[in-house]
């Protein structure tokens, strides 16, 4: 009984948590890529792209009625012609991700930058998102 | 084969997609470690295995939504004689690690004149 209950809670927790944030519907997109945590602060949403060798010029990013939209391509770049594969693992080619953000934001202040592969975008949640201290008199 | 993989724990990290190139001088690899930089990295070449390892240490309690685990990456390579190890090279950028495993001098093409 006590561990329907916590799995329960977990659900709905689990729930909770994708309500916020969530990878829109399956169909959208290919695949996972790219990988994309989201985590929220008291007066903002950061979301954390893993994007290797993918120049930032090359991601096109966009907001529009609640979806985040990171737009790009991973291209290969092979040196030289004198250097051939001995085995591939990474993946190259176009990629689309749309991203459901549930917590009305700032459409006009979000900013984005890229450091070690890792696509950063920074979504200010809107005056009437944030939580407010009520003061007791 | 001059580059060879060792199992890796996968359960306590993350193994990186890696690509491996060859030509007449070295080997080449190009391993995925996004959100790594220079000094989260952590590369030993010791008794003919190459081992990559990378970390960044990053507040994890604010995670509302999750693709990926924390950055915690390791993996690991036998590497043959054929390789001078001394000579192992590492550079990162943009969250990828390039290793270059220049080939011993022994291994190398040579071209033989014909007198």
Redesign the interface.
Known sequence: MLVNNLIREMDQMRKN??S????EDRCYHQD?YP???????EDEL?I?S?????DPKDVEITYEDGILTLKGERKKN?E?D??????????YGPFEKRLKVRVPVEADSIKAHY????LKVILKKSEKAKPVKIKIN | MD?QEVQTESQKYIVP????????NE??L?V??????KDGLEIVVEENTLEIKGQVEQAED???????NPYNYKRSFKIGRNIDQEKVHAS?E???LTLTLPKAEAVKPRRIEIE
Do not use: A, C, W
């Open positions: 948590f994708h916020l944030v969530s990878g996972d990988l994309t945590n989201v985590m929220e602060k950061i954390h893993l994007l290797p060798g993918v092979l030289e004198t250097t051939h594969y001995v085995r591939q693992e990474r993946s450091q070690d592969g890792v | 580059v997609d890696v690509d491996t190139y060859e030509n007449d080997y080449i190009k995925d470690m996004p959100g790594v930089g604010d995670v509302v939504y999750r693709e990926f990162v943009q969250g990828i």
